[in-house]
């Protein structure tokens, strides 16, 4: 059955500790890797869509990385207002985005 | 530029009871998706309609539908409640289908549904 493990379940960083969020999947045939930001009570919030593995994508402090059986999510010098919930999730020959349950990231000043 | 707009943003009902939900998408897009996401969990899919056809059913009972009007909009009607079914609906537009061509969903706010 199709997968999408995200490590750690929680994160705590100090204001500029930067870290890693991880995420693995176990798809037949990915054709997409996405990676969400959620904040309490909200919708997720679209950051990156990696397509083959070795591609990467960067945004502000956010860096996203893609081998051929998982992603990281790399966040350089976090701030306070990066707190968030961040989601990954995969889709492979569908139109179904399979999704992880999320890395509850806290950044303390 | 207007993104996905869901509605109402919060509702409450009583166990057995019939709910709808609605979403307008991005402009320009055709295809919207549902997805239910309970507290600590990521959300699950739950219907994808395409050009008013559906394209895809998660693993839901009967008691969910949905469909899609000529405009794009969307509904979700949800039958004889559940207080299982309360969690944060969530409804993605994306330009067309991922299979025909490259296409990033885009979430709009949801709807907290609470049954009691």
């Known amino acids: 059955e199709d997968q999408v493990t995200q490590s750690p379940e929680a994160l705590r960083l100090q204001e500029g500790e930067s870290s890693s969020l991880n995420c693995s999947y176990t798809v037949s045939g990915l054709r997409g890797l996405f990676w969400y930001r959620q904040d309490p009570g909200k919708g997720p919030e679209f950051l990156f869509t990696?397509?083959?593995a070795g591609e990467e994508k960067e945004k502000e402090r956010l860096k996203a990385t893609l081998t051929k059986k998982e992603s990281f999510l790399h966040i350089t010098a976090p701030k306070p207002e990066d707190s968030a919930t961040y989601l990954c999730?995969?889709?492979?020959?569908?139109?179904?985005?399979?999704f992880g349950t999320g890395t509850r990231l806290q950044v303390f000043p | 530029d207007a993104g996905v707009t869901q509605s109402p943003t919060h509702l409450i009902k009583t166990r057995g009871q019939q709910v709808t939900l609605r979403c307008s998408p991005i402009s320009g897009h055709k295809s919207v998706s549902w997805y239910q996401q309970v507290l600590g969990q990521g959300p699950q899919f739950i219907f994808q309609?395409?050009?008013?056809?559906?394209?895809g059913r998660g693993n839901f009972p009967d008691r969910f539908s949905a469909r899609q009007f000529p405009n794009y909009s969307s509904e979700l009607n949800v039958n004889a409640l559940l207080l299982g079914d309360s969690a944060l609906y969530l409804c993605?537009?994306?330009?067309?289908?991922?299979?025909?061509?490259?296409?990033?969903?885009?979430f709009g706010q949801g709807t907290r549904l609470t049954v009691v």
């Open positions: 990696l397509y083959s």
């Open positions: 309609y395409y050009e008013k056809e559906e394209r």
């Open positions: 993605a537009s994306s330009l067309t289908l991922d299979r025909v061509a490259r296409a990033e969903a885009f």
């Open positions: 999730a995969v889709n492979e020959n569908t139109d179904k985005l399979i």
